[in-house]
DNA sequence: GTCTATACATAGATAGAC
DNA sequence: GTCTATCTATGTATAGAC
């Protein structure tokens, strides 16, 4: 294996340029759902939604969204049944919210640095970005991931598959790369699957890795380098 | 890309030297658990099994195993709630019981295939060997990764995680080959984890490469041929 | 806005007839 | 061995006091 060498975009470029952290993220949860959240008091709002937010992340882990009842809930985040009922009006709009507004997060950033002209810096740059993104917010990536099922059937329509996004995202710059004759591959759809699926486990993981002292820079330096052989 | 190759073991010299099904694994799941199963009738047991079985994967699923009822499984499995608590004597143990035949069976499928001498052999053969017996239990694969964090906390000394029995005999086989020198990398148990993941990616979407027209076949050689660019 | 108290449904589990 | 009927705990959700 080379020697691993840094990565086109640090983990501190990242945070500088993009803002990502999950108070950031209630706040746009509380804005997009200005209608069915009865809080008038944005700031109350914002910040007893993060509580929420944060408790759902912790609780889910351990047994599940379906696992984790609203007594749970209200006990981890110190409100009451009631109070919760003002914030939702029940568990499966609860985390049709959340869904929905995670995966606008994940796509806004996507696109943020997905802008290179050359395909390999854009493909580089769009790794960074998808692990540090996930490294700022583990414990979300892997809500979306493992709970995606719950999903509800109806509108499954306007629903469309978090993963399909990402995955999407990476088979587009190959088949640039292809048309610009930069990448030599016969099956980028593999390729990208490929890629997600080393992505997914730096989230799902990560006390593996913790336990083993790898920064993400360096796991991002070694999924570059494990894809960059497959281009040649 | 190089044209892929056919791989080392093909899926029919699998299936014809191992035997795995869903039916073999019932018989040993019933096997294992004389003492608690309350059916004397060891026929009778082991159909009623795999009715069992095949529910709760089925039902898992979709809503996960917390989510899915006592009642659903009565219905699916047409047994009544009383007839079912002779199977077993709780929605935990049932769990318990599937879990733990589960990792046994993996382990020896794998520890069959992993007696190579060449390392090379060896890690292409585990490969196949695994991602061929995950195309035979999708469902059960898939099972066993989303329902992990159901383990009872209790005992849990005893309960190693699937995954790293797994992720371990791809380590150890990196490790001989970097003994033996045929292999050249730095970290194997990086390389190890990114296998692990990509075998994952088989059965967790399942879909996706069925309706790419991915055969089991395919997929090994490209995953095989991904490692082994790292291993130069 | 938040709380307490409570309604109502459904969960897991068991007893006893057949 | 299997079924029906039932117990008790817990779940989601709401009403109304403060």
Avoid at 139 to 159: D, G, V
């Amino acid at each position: 294996m080379k020697q691993s060498k840094a990565p086109v975009l640090s983990y501190q470029e990242f945070l500088s340029e993009q803002h990502v952290s999950l108070e950031s993220f209630c706040e746009e949860l509380v804005g997009s759902n200005r209608t069915r959240i009865q809080i008038k008091n944005e700031k109350r709002a914002t910040q007893n939604m993060l509580r929420i937010v944060k408790a759902v992340m912790t609780l889910s882990q351990r047994k599940g969204f379906q696992g984790m009842s609203l007594r749970d809930l209200s006990q981890k985040t110190e409100l009451s049944m009631g109070a919760l009922y003002n914030y939702f009006s029940s568990k499966e709009e609860l985390f049709e919210m959340v869904y929905l507004q995670g995966r606008q997060s994940v796509q806004r950033v996507m696109q943020n640095n997905a802008r290179d002209s050359d395909p390999e810096t854009r493909l580089n740059r769009s790794i960074c970005a998808h692990l540090y993104m996930s490294e700022v917010l583990p414990q979300m990536f892997s809500f979306f991931f493992m709970e995606a099922r719950n999903l509800p059937r109806r509108s499954q329509k306007n629903i469309i598959d978090l993963e399909k996004v990402t995955e999407g995202f990476f088979e587009q710059i190959l088949q640039d790369g292809i048309k610009e004759k930069r990448f030599r591959i016969q099956q980028p759809a593999l390729l990208s699957g490929a890629i997600k699926a080393l992505l997914q486990d730096w989230y799902l993981k990560r006390y593996k890795f913790s336990g083993k002292k790898i920064s993400v820079e360096q796991y991002a330096a070694f999924v570059i380098d494990l894809v960059s052989r497959s281009l040649e």
